[in-house]
């Protein structure tokens, strides 16, 4: 499962580094959706939330689901999101854990970084923090979170079974950890998965389903849910030679 680390990260970095500083999700040149890109057209959260953040953090956001309604946060919990980008996640989980909550937002890429301590200093927000760091060797404390989320990031890396595994370590016992992500239904030839530009728009880094959750299970997480597979939005178009690619919300727990 590990695939050559550097330059997929520096793929990943360069497209995420010229979208940060762009502000907008839509500015690759591609188009919003159709070639698979992250940045998506439909609207993945209700008006109601995002009325209550800055367009400086709604422009931003290049998710694939709403992550945060899944993780049915508490008041005073421990939040990390792994691949924070604009922020959008951190902000609507710190609404819900309040001051006494903490929630923490990992990125490796400086451009989306300094976007994200922007905007949350604009807003005001006091209770988040943005960590520069990878998602494989998180700068994260053991067994100090309460609830992990990401929202289109895991099908990025190239060694998912090192996040999975960073995952379950910094989780608290009885933590949980709330995906939306892209997977698919059969794998990529060879050939595809070599395409990095395909790969940093999340497309041919996505895995098939069961290979995901059989990560997450290996990693020690257990009560693996993958919700509204079935009925999941297609919101990456099929193209020919290619598996179905869809998005899915997975929730599991830390024993
Ligand atoms: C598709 S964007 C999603 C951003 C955010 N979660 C959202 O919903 O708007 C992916 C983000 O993950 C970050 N990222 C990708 N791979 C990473 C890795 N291995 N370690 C840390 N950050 C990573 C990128 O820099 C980028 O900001």
Not at 4 to 13: A, D, G, N, R, T
Not at 69 to 93: H, K, M, N, R, Y
Not at 99 to 115: F, H, R
Request: proline share 5%.
């Amino acid at each position: 499962m590990t695939e050559s680390i550097i330059p997929i990260h520096e793929i990943v970095q360069e497209r995420y580094g010229a979208l940060a500083e762009s502000g907008n999700c839509c500015a690759t040149g591609d188009s919003c959706a159709a070639d698979g890109s992250c940045c998506q057209p439909v609207q993945l959260y209700g008006d109601d939330i995002l009325q209550a953040l800055p367009a400086s953090v709604t422009n931003l956001s290049l998710g694939c689901g709403d992550p945060v309604t899944i993780a049915a946060l508490q008041p005073g919990e421990w939040v990390l999101d792994l691949g924070s980008g604009g922020g959008i996640d951190c902000f609507l989980a710190a609404q819900r854990v309040g001051e006494t909550g903490y929630v923490i937002g990992i990125d490796m890429t400086p451009a989306m970084l300094n976007k994200a301590t922007e905007n949350r200093v604009k807003m005001g927000v006091t209770n988040v923090e943005f960590r520069r760091g990878q998602i494989e060797q998180m700068p994260v404390v053991s067994d100090s979170i309460d609830v992990i989320m990401s929202n289109c990031v895991i099908n990025l890396s190239p060694d998912k079974s090192a996040v999975f595994a960073e995952a379950f370590r910094v989780l608290k016992p009885g933590g949980r950890i709330s995906l939306s992500d892209i997977v698919t239904e059969g794998e990529f030839s060879a050939e595809l998965r070599a395409d990095a530009a395909k790969w940093a728009s999340c497309v041919t880094g996505a895995i098939p389903v069961d290979q995901y959750t059989g990560l997450m299970r290996a990693a020690g997480f257990t009560d693996i849910q993958v919700i509204d597979k079935a009925d999941a939005k297609n919101i990456v178009e099929h193209q020919a030679g290619m598996p179905r690619i869809y998005s899915a919300r997975i929730t599991a727990r830390k024993p």
